[in-house]
């Protein structure tokens, strides 16, 4: 619009509030996700085994549904439900990595090939809002297909089982909660953080399966060389597995490594990812 018009106005529309702008970028990043129907559908899919499990909590419960399903009654079909429960978890854990292999590299590397960072903080945005921005998209997909339909798989077992099951069994509502969010810390700043190192997305999204089973790869060689266990803290499942062990409380699990090593080593990654956004993560580029 020439300026020489002067039929220019500032906007006088609602203003989002400070505190939750950083959604903005959320939002917007959900939007653009989502135009893939591949991710659509792999995102549905995540899905299925929480119903399917859903369906053998009710069906360990019902005999009437058993028997209309010819399937033999008179003992409980699922033994053992924080085993039951721990499987569930494992499953997710597989989905929410290659769902961070999807949508991580769409996050960062764009705005970075497209030089689009300093039209971000032109405007209200400082850095930190921006990774928040970005963080919370593959934190809440996380969120959507681990802890989110565990408790409810949870919730179901304790209004079949009633209200004594569910109070001696807080702990495992506990377990699946903070394994959840450990698991949504960890693959959020991976995901972010090899988006902003790797400005082309297939790369980038090949280099975040490749930091699990590489880093699994390495480590085995070097505990079957050197004969030790170090070699596991290359291994950030194995990690992920040492804390989930602990929490769900699963007997002669031999980790190879402490429960306090293990947490150490998954701070240090994410402390390793912020310091990789921070570098990467300018208003400007400065080309030698």
Known sequence: MAVYKRTYRAYEGPLTPERTRFLVLTRYAWNYLFRSRFMTGFFIVCFFPALIMALGLYLNHSDSLMRLLRLPTGRALIQDVSSYLRVFMQIQWGFAMVLTAFAGPTLISPDLVNNALPLYFCRPFSRVEYVLGKFCVIAWLISLITWVPGLTLFG?????????????????????????????????????????????????????????????????????????????????????????????????????????????????????????????????????
């Open 156 to 288: 179901i077992e304790a209004s079949q089982a009633g209200a004594s099951w569910m109070w001696d069994h807080l702990w495992l509502a506990n377990a699946i909660f903070t394994s959840s969010i450990i698991m949504v810390l960890v693959l959020s700043f991976i995901g972010l953080a090899l988006s902003a190192l790797v400005r082309w997305k297939p790369v980038a999204g090949a280099l975040v399966l490749a930091v699990f089973f590489l880093g699994a790869g390495f480590g085995a060689a070097i505990n079957a060389i050197l004969r030790t266990t170090t070699g596991y803290y290359l291994d950030i499942g194995h990690m992920m597995s040492t804390i989930g062990a602990t929490l769900f409380r699963i007997e002669g699990y031999e980790a190879g490594v402490s429960l306090t090593g293990a947490a150490l080593q998954l701070a240090a990654v994410c402390a390793l990812c912020l310091i990789m956004l921070n570098r990467k993560i300018r208003a400007f580029e400065v080309v030698r």
